[in-house]
């Protein structure tokens, strides 16, 4: 297949309903779990997977389920990198939506500066969202800044290359009135996400990032 063919068939308004609404009805299944069976995950936590599931629709309902709810029957390594790159996405995400949308969306810029407005953006989001956790637990600005910025810019780095090359190359000339943009952006996200996979897991095994915490530990800080 193609590059044409795979952008006629992410270029309807029906496939991008169909899937829209199958991330919604996933959403309001996490939500639901989230407050009615796994209420002891931190809130910062119920966020991540909050925003990897409207990113990602069906595709981070499974991630949630492997790895995120008490009812997983074991943790390990796998589990823990994919809780890492989650938190990772959640920011990123964000800040890839906004970049694509002011810089490609609004003001039709070219690729280079483009992806440069939207790497800063997924970089500061995403970095954000990870050393949130870090001083809510207690940690000063300063020192939440200096364990997260070596770790969390690795991940970044690999997850916004893959994200962002992605989105250039199938969204072509695409505005936001087209459903290819909105296909593309989704397609991008979710290929980030598993890029920057593999990366978290090595992280963790080398001890460089914790990794988040195990979603069967009932006693966890629970916020509201």
Known sequence: MNLDQIQSLLNTWTGLSVWLTLV???????????????????????????????????????????SGRKQIATDNLVRKGLRSVAHCY???????????????GFFALGNLPAAMITFVLAYVFGFALNIGPMMQSGMTFRDAFKGAFFAESISIVVMESVAITTDIYLGGDAGMGDA????????????GLFAAWPANILLIHLGIKGGMGDPRDVHSEHSH
């Open 90 to 104: 959640s920011g990123c995400g964000i800040g890839e939506i906004l970049g694509v949308i002011i810089s490609v």
């Open 24 to 66: 919604v009805a996933c959403l309001a299944w996490v939500i639901y779990d989230l407050r009615h069976s796994n209420r002891h995950i931190p809130s910062m936590m119920q966020w991540v997977w909050a925003l990897t599931v409207l990113y990602s629709g069906p595709i981070g309902l499974v991630c949630y389920r492997y």
């Open 180 to 191: 290819l943009f909105w296909s593309s952006l989704y397609v991008s996200l979710s290929l």
